[in-house]
T-cell receptor, first 114, second 113 residues
Framework: GNSVTQMEGPVTLSEEAFLTINCTYT??????LFWYVQYPGEGLQLLLK?????DKGSNKGFEATYRKETTSFHLEKGSVQVSDSAVYFC?????????????FGTGTQLKVEL | NAGVMQNPRHLVRRRGQEARLRCSPV?????VYWYRQLPEEGLKFMVY????????ESGMPKERFSAEFPKEGPSILRIQQVVRGDSAAYFC???????????FGDGTRLSIL
């Protein structure tokens, strides 16, 4: 079955530091890959996505590249801000007869300090 | 432009009571998904519905849990005879077509006393 593995948190960084959150996946077929962000007390917001190998998703300074050879989709940002503090979820989906259900990693909490 | 609306935001029930969670999808979206987030864990798929039909309920517990998405009105996730282990955040997501990204609501946080 499908699965997603993320690096464990919390990850604590100083403002303007470089961020990497690792994500690897196991899936049949050719899934789409996503990063979602969850702020305290809120639902998930789509941060970026990639639908095929070598695609790069990017948004708000974050980016991730769909690497089929290493089955990875690592999230990066060159300079984090305090406002980036949140929980980040890597997820995959694959269209099947049962729709497009998402399989999530366990989430990585990011704390950015001044 | 209203997003996915879930209510209530917080729900407290005693063991043995029923819990009803409501989800109004984005206007025009006919695909609804329910996910459960246990403390310190990621979201786990529960059920996928289209209008009036359950398409995939492979993530639903076999007993006490049911879901519906009627022709008119919100989608409902119902938990009968709740137990402490049902305490979690329940999220609803919707999409216009199966291949579009899902939009999530803010969730219902269910606490069982």
């Amino acid at each position: 079955g499908n699965s997603v593995t993320q690096m464990e948190g919390p990850v604590t960084l100083s403002e303007e530091a470089f961020l990497t959150i690792n994500c690897t996946y196991t899936a049949t077929g050719y899934p789409s890959l996503f990063w979602y962000v969850q702020y305290p007390g809120e639902g998930l917001q789509l941060l970026l996505k990639a639908t095929k190998a070598d695609d790069k998703g990017s948004n708000k300074g974050f980016e991730a590249t769909y690497r089929k050879e290493t089955t990875s989709f690592h999230l990066e940002k060159g300079s984090v801000q305090v406002s980036d503090s949140a929980v980040y979820f890597c997820a995959l989906s694959g269209l099947t007869g049962g729709g497009n259900k998402l399989t999530f990693g366990t989430g990585t909490q990011l704390k950015v300090e001044l | 432009n209203a997003g996915v609306m879930q209510n209530p935001r917080h729900l407290v029930r005693r063991r043995g009571q029923e819990a009803r969670l409501r989800c109004s999808p984005v206007k025009g979206h006919s695909h609804v998904y329910w996910y459960r987030q246990l403390p310190e864990e990621g979201l786990k798929f529960m059920v996928y519905l289209q209008k009036e039909n359950i398409i995939d309920e492979s993530g639903m517990p076999k007993e006490r849990f049911s879901a519906e998405f009627p022709k008119e009105g919100p989608s409902i996730l119902r938990i009968q005879q709740v137990v402490r282990g049902d305490s979690a955040a329940y999220f609803c997501a919707s999409s216009g077509t199966p291949d579009q990204p899902q939009h999530f609501g803010d969730g219902t946080r269910l606490s069982i006393l």
